[in-house]
């Protein structure tokens, strides 16, 4: 049957649907088109999805629980892969009402769809952000995750205990994956490959935090999508076991992680050379809701699902940069 992908116009969204739609499925694709970040890479990441009657897109709010059921009331589906969200740990800082409404209310709406539909199996984007402070290298799935640092951290926890709870009560298959920071083409403009890549391409300062002290788990979007559409085929079973993440219910957790962790001045000089010129770096101090360190421990869907990731940043950014040049119409590089 039917798939439905929330947040299909968004990055992680717009590569499952593509994957999936090659593969011979049949998608259904929501999204509500924000303004978060401009509607028309949304936009562009939809008419670069192939011209097919497998696809169809519905333009509404999974937040507003009447539109949602009101769109769907007529679509039929069995599985569901919940990756839209309002992202961005900093933004979080300002704008606190939209995570409610959007990762809160929203979850709830899919976790309530999920149920009254008998889905075979909820996939849901979380995020690495659930281990704020935690100073233990690598983030384990079985680590405490008690001390979110950020608003959109506590939303995407509290996703998972609500996941939890109706797995428990309803019996749902579900599995929750904890993405460490996504990059790659078609990426998200607020994230720092993009900024990072522009400024460098216009000859901008770029603003480095923590005075660049900072290690991240960068993770190719094929990856990403490989680790989504691997945890999709093989939903947990019902069987009282012990799953990944600690549940005995039909729920499991997942770190999705390049399982390395990247100085952030290395990465910066893979971009330099992928662009083929120098950064001119501001150092300031570390922001509120960030941290100075990730790095996935992914033994766990390594063993349940054989995940293993392939692509370092330095054949990653480039590819990113290449995809950036071709999207703006800038040359290409001379190096």
């Known amino acids: 049957m039917t798939i439905l992908v929330t947040g299909a116009a968004g990055f992680i969204g717009f590569h499952v649907t593509r994957a999936l739609l090659a593969r011979g499925e049949e998608v259904v694709g929501i999204d509500n088109l924000n303004d978060y970040y401009d509607p028309r890479l949304k936009e562009d990441r939809l008419a670069a999805l192939p011209a097919t009657n497998a696809f169809r897109f519905l333009r509404t709010d999974f937040s507003d629980h009447e539109a949602l059921e009101g769109a769907l009331a007529e679509t039929g589906f069995d599985r569901i892969v919940h990756l839209g969200a309002q992202a961005g740990v900093r933004y979080s800082i300002d704008n606190p009402r939209a995570y409610v409404t959007a990762n809160l209310a929203g979850h709830l709406n899919l976790l309530e769809l999920a149920r009254h539909r008998q889905v075979r199996h909820l996939v849901y984007a979380s995020s690495s952000s659930v281990y704020g402070g935690n100073e233990s290298l690598p983030f384990r799935v079985e680590d405490r995750v008690d001390h979110p640092i950020s608003l959109y951290a ?127 770096l501001e150092l300031l101090p570390i922001q509120p809701g960030d941290v100075p360190e990730t790095l996935a421990d992914i033994s766990a869907i390594g063993r349940d699902l054989g995940f293993a990731p392939t692509t370092t940043i330095a054949q990653g950014v480039p590819r990113f940069v290449r995809w950036y040049r071709d999207y703006r119409g800038l040359p290409p590089s001379d190096r």
């Not at 994956?177 to 900024?195: C, E, H, K, Q, S």
């Open 154 to 280: 506590a939303t995407k926890k509290a996703d998972e205990l609500m996941s939890e709870t109706y797995a428990h009560l309803y019996r749902v298959p579900m599995t929750g994956l904890r993405f460490f920071t996504v990059y790659g083409p078609w990426g998200r403009p607020d994230m720092a490959m993009w900024i990072f890549t522009r400024k460098i391409l216009a000859g901008e300062p770029i603003q480095v935090f923590n005075h660049g002290r900072m290690r991240r788990d960068f993770t190719y979007i094929d990856d990403i999508v490989a680790g989504v559409i691997a945890a999709l085929d093989s939903p947990p079973a019902d069987d009282g076991e012990v799953k990944a993440g600690g549940s005995v219910a039909p729920h499991r957790l997942y770190n999705i992680g390049n399982n390395r962790s990247e100085e952030l001045m290395e990465m910066i000089s893979v971009l330099e050379q992928a662009c083929g010129r120098k950064a001119e």
